[in-house]
C-alpha cells in the first residue's frame, strides 16, 4: 500500500469557548486550537484546511469588530498560516491541493494564499455557506469563500462517500455531513501509522464519547451519524483520530508542528 511521507498539525491561534457550544452537555470553558494541517506526499503538498483569516493574528477585530469573538481569540503574528509553513521550509506556492473540511471562517480564511492549488469541497458547501441559518450564520466570513477570487480557483467538488486524492489510497477524502451539508475529514495512510482528521465532525472527544451533536451543527441526525462513522472508519482502517479542535489531541500527537509519519 502506498502511503503519504509525513504530516504536521500547524500552530495556530486559539479561541476560549464555552464547551457547551461544541458538544450537548458541554461543561466549562476549553482553548480551542484553530489550525490546519500539512501532509507531504511523493505527488504534492497537502493542506488540509486553512484555518482564519490571518489579520486574526494581528487583531481580531480587524475580522470580528466589536462582535463577542474578537475577546474570545488568542493570537500572535507568528501563528499566520503562511509563517508556520515557513518554519517548515515551505512557501504558499509550494501547496498543491487544499481539502477544505467546511466553510466556517475558522476553516477558510487562508484560501487566497494558494490559487495554484486544487482545492477540493464537499457538495453543497458553497451553497449552504452563502445562505446559513441563523443558529449558524454568524461562523460564517463569506468574503474568505465567495469572493471572485477564491471561486476562480481550480475547485472539486466531491459528490460521494469519498474520493482518494492521488489514486493510490494514500490520502482518501471522508464524507462527514451534518455540522454544514458539506462537511470532510480525511484519511491519510503514514509509514507508520494511519490518521484520520475529522474536521469539524467533532470538536471535542466528548462528541465521540458520547455520540453527541454540536449545538450549531447543520442536521443533528446526519452530525451522529458521521461521529458513528468516524469510529467505524478508524476501526476498519485501525487509524488514530485527530480532532483538530481537541487539545487533548494535540498532545497525543506531540504538539504543533512535531512530524507525524
Known sequence: MTTANRMWGLDAPKMRIDAAHLVFGGEGTVDIPLPAHVIEHERGLVLFDTGMNPIVNEDPRLLFGDRPEADWIISSPEKRLDTQLGMLGYSTSDITHVVLSHTHCDHSGGLYMFPQATFYIGQGEFDWGRAPDEKSAHLFAPDDFLSANVQSFNWTTVTSAGLDIFGDGSMQIVHLPGHTPGSLGLLTRLPSQNVLLTGDAAHVREN???????????????????????????EDEDARIWIPHEPKDWDAFGGVRVEVS
Do not use: F, N, T
Not at 212 to 229: H, L, N, T, V
Open 208 to 234: 465521540l464519547e458520547w455520540e453527541k451533536a454540536d449545538p450549531s451543527d447543520w442536521d443533528y441526525g446526519q452530525a451522529e451519524a458521521s461521529i458513528r462513522k468516524i469510529l467505524q472508519v478508524a
